[in-house]
């Protein structure tokens, strides 16, 4: 009885989440929940890679012309890791940053699924977000200004954030950009406020004056707004360059090219069909040569797929045509513990053990190779995760989901349910 009501709780937990956002059952209506804890979100939809859902593929030229050879290298990793911090901030999942070299030239490839804001994306990359304060000096209102030019920088920048003016002026509401000082930063700017107390300070980035407030008081808690005529796309552009910071090397876009997600959605739709195939198969397979274990088996794997979908949503997994196929294997691993243990069982009634005891010592004396034969695909997909890059690591990452989640189905819930039934 025990053993029914875990599973009716499980697959409830998994229709919760993998049920569209809104259900409609006649007269009813289910709202899936959003899952909110205070260290992450989840909206449990899945998310889908570059080849399913489309987006932008970018492809730079890294200029190491002003550098030595020596220091090539680690310059363009450096900005390699900046483009890679820029794009997380623009929240792109599975996206793929890396370099190309050809003799003494790099290449950075750029790889955006689902990008809705394309201009807002290739400014965010590409912006070198230098932040300089200057001191504004003027003798009459008529008067150019001159500037002179302050130790500090966006070098002493620690964080960047989007807010809205809270202030009663005209401006109130409209976005503006947080800035927050590192120790050293906000020692210098409480100085540099001090001594300009009257008088503007004016805030440059990239040479260009984004806006010259009069400093009222010192400020000496290291915090400070940037002001303008901001949209929330602006604020939130300059916000992440801010953050992430000049890149080390200048890039140069040399192609850009859009990807539609019908041939993903037609891959998507065969490779179901596949997948459904050989599922019907495996049902048909089992059932044939084990009988009543392989029904109980099939209803397993059925458990397996909720279970292993609803993780892919909870993680979250990026799913693309790979990955797609690291879970369609993974299900014909997820049976193959079932028919060793059901041969072990097989040859422990020929050897005059009782049905139960069978079954007992079936699944003991099959553990060693069911675990041997897993660990060895964990090893070799950890690998693929460790080494690989975009498409490679989702094929990994589902796969070693699927290979756990196939332990706990096979192992588990189908030695529970022949004790149920006492098969």
């Given at each position: 009885m025990r053993t029914v009501v875990f599973l009716f709780v499980l697959f409830l937990a998994c229709f919760t989440i993998l049920m569209p956002s809104t259900l409609h059952l006649g007269g009813l209506t289910l709202y899936r929940p959003v899952i909110r804890t205070p260290?992450?979100?989840?909206?449990?939809?899945?998310?889908?890679?570059?080849d399913l859902q489309g987006g932008s593929h970018l492809a730079y030229d890294i200029d190491t012309t002003q550098i030595p050879g020596s220091d090539w290298g680690q310059a363009v990793a450096a900005t390699v890791a900046n483009i890679e911090r820029r794009v997380n901030l623009l929240g792109v999942s599975e996206a793929v940053v890396q370099t190309s070299q050809a003799n003494d030239s790099y290449r950075l490839i750029v790889e955006l699924p689902?990008?809705?804001?394309?201009?807002?994306?290739?400014?965010?990359?590409?912006?070198?977000?230098?932040l300089e304060f200057k001191q504004v000096h003027q003798a009459t209102?008529?008067?150019?200004p001159e500037f002179t030019a302050t130790d500090l920088s966006g070098a002493d920048l620690k964080a960047a954030t989007v807010q809205f003016d809270q202030s009663q002026a005209a401006s109130a509401g409209r976005p503006v950009v947080a800035i927050e000082f590192t120790p050293a930063g906000a020692q210098k700017f409480s100085q540099i406020t001090k001594s300009?107390?009257?008088?503007?300070?004016?805030i440059f980035l990239d040479d260009q004056l984004v806006t010259a407030p009069v400093v009222q008081?010192?400020?000496?808690?290291?915090?400070a707004i940037i002001s303008g005529d901001f949209t929330v796309e602006a604020a939130t552009g300059l916000a992440i360059q801010l953050t992430a910071g000049a890149l080390p090397l200048p890039i140069h876009l040399v192609s850009q090219k859009n990807i539609g997600a019908t041939l993903g959605s037609e891959s998507v739709v065969k490779s179901l069909f596949a997948a459904v195939i050989g599922l019907i198969f495996i049902w048909f397979f089992m059932f044939a040569v084990y009988g009543r274990k392989g029904l109980l088996a099939n209803i397993a794997l059925t458990f397996y797929i909720f279970i292993s979908l609803s993780f892919f949503k909870l993680i979250p997994i990026t799913l693309t045509l790979a990955g797609i196929a690291g879970?369609?294997?993974s299900v014909g691993m997820a049976v193959d513990a079932n028919v060793l243990i059901f041969e072990r069982i097989r040859e422990e009634q020929r050897w005059g053990r009782r049905p139960q005891a069978a079954m007992e010592l079936g699944f003991l004396r099959a553990w060693n190779s069911v675990r041997d034969s897993n660990a060895s695909s964990l090893i070799t997909a950890s690998l693929l995760f460790w080494f690989g890059t975009g498409s490679v690591r989702g094929f990994a990452l589902t796969l070693i989901v699927g290979?756990?989640?196939?332990l706990f189905t096979s192992i588990t819930i189908t030695r529970a349910l022949l004790r149920t039934w006492n098969l």
């Open positions: 260290f992450f979100t989840r909206d449990l939809n899945f998310k889908l890679g570059l689902g990008i809705s804001d394309i201009n807002q994306a290739l400014t965010t990359i590409g912006a070198t977000a230098i209102p008529e008067a150019q300009s107390i009257g008088q503007r300070l004016a008081e010192e400020i000496s808690d290291g915090k879970f369609v294997l290979i756990l989640v196939s």
